[in-house]
């Protein structure tokens, strides 16, 4: 598995994927099993990407850009027809009706891309060959979108219509002229079923009783109910009209059978341009959201992963509704460890967050939302971020995260390793001890290990690279927060890469007290602090 | 004739509504669409539930199918139309599903037969009510589930056509006296004043009781009657009430419940399919003083009767129509049966 459901849930990944929403149903369809792009599919990655560019610079025009949407909004689903057809049976009329509604939509989409020279999409010759297609369900020369078993498709079939017609006149003309009579001789007329209701008691009704034209059909205590009998030239053209119906379902059916014969020979090209279209589906969705995120086209690096002004979409838009901008992340991370310090609360997480998000959509093809991004593919994306805990095994949250980052310390090839505080969940001298003793063995290792962590164990480990938020723009001061959800304007979330003698920020108090931890519980914590320095210089 | 009648008045949709099961509402339907063909208006049908399959879903008796006229629009299943496909252009495909399958458009290229599939919900009707109109289709013919008068909503159709028929009672005057109950309490009258208009339209957009006092509204903190009475009959009688609209339905429970706040007032109700109190306790709200008026009227097209019930009994057809007529004065009252032709102009 490329990434992981706990990875995922921990970089907001079902809320990204949410937001990508190809139009079509096999769009939809593909969506669910598509597969990110993964080491030795680099030209296969780049060949994609530039597709994407070149999509998107198409699709700048308004009026194009409406045409392939609205032919993508009316495709059905006709795959499972396309199979039904493969295996020799004949589809319905409203499968019929799908299949035509999915070719006419299909030429237009076909058309809007040929003329716009897309033909990495569908070729010429295959517009060509769904117009041919498109006129096997539309007979007649003028297409229409709407399907129905028209007489041009068999010479027959207009005939024996033209028969059934006649025939059906005929009975009608003989029915009418016989009516005209018999109300010619009584009172009584018709009523909308062509029947003759007579109130049992009314002198009409001997009448009515004694013409050998009519039948009684029905009676109740009041009226008596009579219709006209079919004469025996009438009986006659019941019986032809009977005969012909029966013969116009034969040919219905041989004419759909001959279609469903007919398409056997194209399945194999319709799901070729089935396949096409679900692909132009997903990069179209890719192009939404790349468009909404402002995203770069990611390029191929050769080894590290660079980020220039990245962004964490889903955060960015949280924090744009709560009125904040999100500061764009800088970044580089090479095959060992990169390590990320900073005070609480200074972003470090989110930068780490930023990285696998954009590393992941990069994978899926989709532009990244940064200004600059180059990467390698890598072979997996895994982190530990937040709580581990393992409730079902039983485990703790520092078993957990043990048990788990042992599991991936062992995978290979290396992947993308993004680690939030290693030890943080159990007492700090062996927390301290063991996270310099995972980043020691990462920055070995093959992977591309990103570790946010508090320890200055850490930063004594040789070899490593790093960086660490900028942090409080000035001595946070509780006086300066005028309103509690301000806190976030004094902080400078920017990555600055780490320098030989940087410290790890002391400012836990500093933000434990701005966010409204009782003074006297903050200046006793400082007062332990001090004692503890003294002790250790004294 | 009805059709060329309802085109002049500009009413483009038409609920075909029984009052009970078995009464002849697709014997109506059916004279209704051969009337379309007759005058030439085209027609679109649809269906609200399961009407269209072969046997009535409550009785199990079988169906009258329902034939129609070249030309003519439905709304239904695919499985629907496949059964005699050569007769049928199918035009559009809809989002709806039906318990028969996913919901077309179609029109028929001759004379046949269809089942219509039920269309589940009223946003849903209100769809295909909007396609037929995009298409052109100049009158749609609802076909309700049984007893389901909410098809002859205001909201959802512009008339009606209520069936009586004899399966309603064991006597004429049973049937009689449930016909003209259903006709009164349709046609009570609508809210003319603003403020009472504007008590109803509130309500419904907000959900709450909305009251009329001393020339003002005022929301009362209940959302319905089904709530702890005695918390909404204290709210009733600590002002004086002028007129009080409800967001849902009125049952002759809720009626009595008020009647014992002894404050009568004018009830206000989206629209008759919302009434479902009887006449009994309606009149007797008027007698205490009290009144019910509607944001919406239906307008009642006819009343067709049906003399014949399929248990085996029937009633003289021309008593039955006569004292039908007496009872919902006004409203044209026809028997397709037996109504002859030519004299219906």
Known sequence: MWMDETTGQALSWPEIWTRFQPITPFGQRAKRSLAPFVPGQEAAWQESLEELERLMNTARQPDWRESVEACLRHMPDVEPILHRLECGEVPGLSEWFHLKQWLWYMHRWAQCLTRQALHEWISSDAVCRIETCLHKLNPRPKLEPTFWLDDAFDPELADLRRRREACERNIRDNREALAREIERLTSVRRNREGEWVVDRRSPEAAKLEAMDALTRVRETPFDVVYRAKPTLQEQEWMAERERIGERIREVESAVLARLAASFRPDVPVMLEWLAS???????????????????????????????????????????????????PVDLEVERGVTVIIGPNMGGKTVAMKTLGVAVALAHYGFFVPAQNCELPLVPFLAGIIGDTQDAE???STFGGEMARLGKLLQRCPGGLLLLDEVGRGTNPPEGAALSAAVTAHLS???????HVTHHHEVLEVAGIRGYRTAGWKRPPDASAFHRPENWRDWIDYRLIPLKPGDEIPRQATSVARLMGLPELVVRDAERRLAAQRNNRHG | MLLNRLQREGITSLAIVGLAKNVGKTTVLNALIAESRSCGVPVGLLSIGVDGEERDAWSG?????????GGTWVATAGACLDLRGGDWEVIASTPIHSLLGDIYLARSTR??????????????????????????????????????????SPLLTQGAVLVVGASMGRTLQDV?????????????????????????????????????????????????????????????????????????ALTDRLLWQMMETGRPFTLLLSDPTRCFATLPTVRRWYRMGGEIRYLHAVRLAAVAVNPVSPEGFSFDPVEMKQRVQEVVRGIPVMDVVRDAISTEA
């Not at chain 1, 070995?444 to 990103?450: M, T």
């Not at chain 2, 008796?61 to 006229?69: D, E």
Request: aromatic share 6%; hydrophobic share 40%; net charge positive.
């Open chain 2, 176 to 248: 009689v006296k449930k016909a003209e109950e259903t006709v009164r309490i349709f046609t009570l009258p609508v809210a003319e004043n603003g403020l009472e208009r504007n008590a109803v339209e509130t309500a419904l957009r907000e959900r709450f009781l909305v009251g009329v006092s001393g020339g003002e509204l005022r929301s009362l903190p209940v959302s319905s009657l089904l709530v702890d009475r005695r918390v909404w009959q204290a709210h009733l009688t600590r002002e004086e009430w002028t007129a009080l609209a409800l967001p849902g």
């Open chain 2, 111 to 152: 004379s046949t037969h269809v089942k219509l599939a039920g269309i589940p919900s009223a946003e849903e009707v209100r769809t295909i009510l909007r396609r037929f109109q995009h298409h052109g289709v100049p009158l749609t013919l609802v076909d309700g589930a049984y007893d389901r008068k909410a098809s002859a």
């Open chain 1, 393 to 395: 095994g039983g485990l």
């Open chain 2, 61 to 69: 008796r079988p169906k009258p199918p329902i034939r129609v006229p």
């Open chain 1, 444 to 450: 070995r290792g093959e992977h591309w290990a990103v």
């Open chain 1, 277 to 327: 279209v679900t692909r132009f589906d997903l990069q179209w969705a890719r192009m939404w959201l790349s468009e909404r995120w402002n995203g770069c086209r990611p390029r191929l690096s050769d080894g590290p992963i660079r980020l220039k002004g990245a962004v964490h979409p889903v955060v960015a838009e949280r924090l744009a509704e709560q009125g904040h901008t999100f500061t």
